[in-house]
């Protein structure tokens, strides 16, 4: 049972539950905090690919088949998988579904690419067109980086400001409103928001205000508080990007989220000794860690009520050239544990 | 009402109403056979703006205004767009987005996002999840070339197989059922098939084993045969991957669709003297045919009843560049008149 909340809020009464997720991340993501919680570890970039590209459908096709081994779900029973990643054209994602064999809609959403799809996933599920999907995103530091900035051999200087592309990627399994599993019960698609940064190294800036405004939508539309939740967390704002959204919602919403407000991409790596300058970015980053660490604690119950804003710069290397400004979106969703 | 038929297809008992629908289009298209049913020519490639990509955007946002204008619906009455294209990060779309202010879900499905888009956007309306949705694509001949080929200053040859690029735009307003209008009623997402096709000159060829595995399955979920159907209409097979198709639906599945079938990517253009190879293509090639002539004839009762099957290339230049062979993939929607 589906209901609008407010303008822009969908809320599924039941929720959908999670009934698997998993996450395979790179060595750097395994030195980092979040170790303990991932299925699965790469410690060679190219995963036994022959190239960047392929290593990252190898991440995203173990995250998917990790995640049908703990959901206890034949591949063969899923109705449809909605995935993306970063790549021109979105190869990590098609290349995995030629050889998974899946129903598949692609989808393009930057880093907020795994909010999207679980945003979609969770409708298309309640709505009964199929019973099951998967949602996957996946984003590859070598693959991105050779795409959006320099090649590797080049050895290019970072900007405090900058991120690192997460190796990584997450995917979770959607089917049936469950008591004893997280599920997803509210959804907010957000709209294009762009306050005219135009430093490609400085995404966390881009995206801020998009998930300000989404915070901000979301928390009118449901009559809620800060407080209500146990965590609102972002995808990949990074160190700069979450001290600008945090004055943000005070400056233009009176909101205080800081108490409550984590990052992905600030928790995945240690800031401090990774050599990450403001934390990790890219659709691997909120997929890995929603599909480990916050799924994990929802499940345990140490986290009851996560709002997760997946965050994204839809930005291309040719709009910057063309000195373009970078339009930022947010989608939202509400995890949480009912039983 | 949502109910599933066989393995693969989702029908919407009541329909979901195809509002409002327009199409955009370039000069090539405007000499055409179709060319009284585009609701706006752009004899500039530039469509007033700096750059092809920007161009490509401008096109996108008037099929979007267009659409809208004529299904009388007011932009902040909208709930969600969908859209879609084949630029790198998908920037057609997302800077429209930044202009137009809707909340947006970005998809990628190649030259099979209108498909994609009208699939997902008529679960979500007829789920309540949102009350209406803008559904969208686009191409550009001179942005995609520059993209997927060469500078448009080499003046490169093209092989008897290659197929134009559509300069176009189109877009559906999904609101309510409706008897007066035309619906969508079934739908059908599709999985990728790859039968090793590696000439990115020929994608017709790459395309036409995923129509075929689509159509196949849709003709055995609902109990149909060809003559069911005024029309089976594919994306932009063009004129070698039509008659692949028709060849393999014959092979594999001993079906005939011959007589009813028709193709977006042979429609657009006058393929003997427009000098097109064979024939259209692109995300636009679809979507400005059955955003314009489609839509009229079954709104006029001409056409009863349509099955659309978007067809996707999945491919990138890296991925060929890599001797990767190209995936397919096409999704079916089945567009009607029920009054």
């Known amino acids: 049972m589906i209901e609008r909340k407010g303008k822009n809020t969908i809320r599924i009464k039941n929720g959908v539950a999670i009934k698997g997720y998993a996450a395979a991340v790179g060595k750097k993501e395994s030195e980092g905090p979040l170790a303990a919680y991932f299925d699965k570890i790469y410690l060679d970039e190219f995963c036994g690919e022959e190239t960047f590209e392929k290593a990252e459908t190898h991440l995203q096709k173990t995250a998917i088949q990790t995640a049908l081994k703990k959901a206890k779900t034949a591949k063969e029973s899923i109705d449809l998988c909605l995935a993306g990643d970063l790549l ?52 590859h530091f070598c693959s991105a980086e050779r795409q959006y900035r320099f090649p590797l051999e080049y050895g290019g200087q970072r900007s405090p400001a900058a991120q690192w592309t997460v190796t990584g990627a997450g995917a979770v399994v959607l089917e049936g ?13 957000g709209s294009v928001r762009d306050l005219g940064i135009k430093d490609s190294n400085n995404m966390g800036a881009a995206m801020a205000p998009a998930a300000a405004q989404t915070i901000a939508n979301y928390l009118k539309d449901t ?3 800060p407080s209500d939740f146990d965590m609102i967390l972002t995808g990949d704002l990074g160190k700069t990007g979450s001290s600008i959204l945090i004055e943000l919602l005070k400056d233009e919403q009176n909101l205080d989220i800081s108490s409550v407000h984590r990052d992905c991409g600030t928790m995945i790596y240690d800031l401090s000794t990774q050599d990450v300058h403001s934390g990790g970015s890219g659709c691997g980053c909120s997929a890995s860690v929603v599909c480990s660490c916050i799924l994990d604690e929802i499940s345990k119950g140490n986290l009851k009520k996560v709002f997760f804003v997946g965050t994204g710069a839809l930005l291309s290397p040719t709009s910057s050239l063309q000195k373009e400004s970078i339009p930022g979106i947010a989608h939202g969703i509400l995890i949480e544990r009912k039983g």
Chains 1, 2 share one sequence.
Do not use: E, W
């Open 88 to 139: 021109n054209q979105c190869i990590g994602s098609s290349f995995g579904m030629r050889d998974l064999k899946l129903n598949f809609a692609g989808l393009y959403g930057a880093c907020s690419t795994m909010a999207l799809s679980m945003a979609l996933g969770a409708i298309l599920v309640d709505s009964g067109a199929v019973s099951n999907t998967i949602c996957a995103a996946s984003s």
């Open 177 to 189: 409103s469950g008591s004893d599993t997280p599920v997803i019960s509210d959804i907010i698609f």
């Open 223 to 225: 009559h809620s508080i």
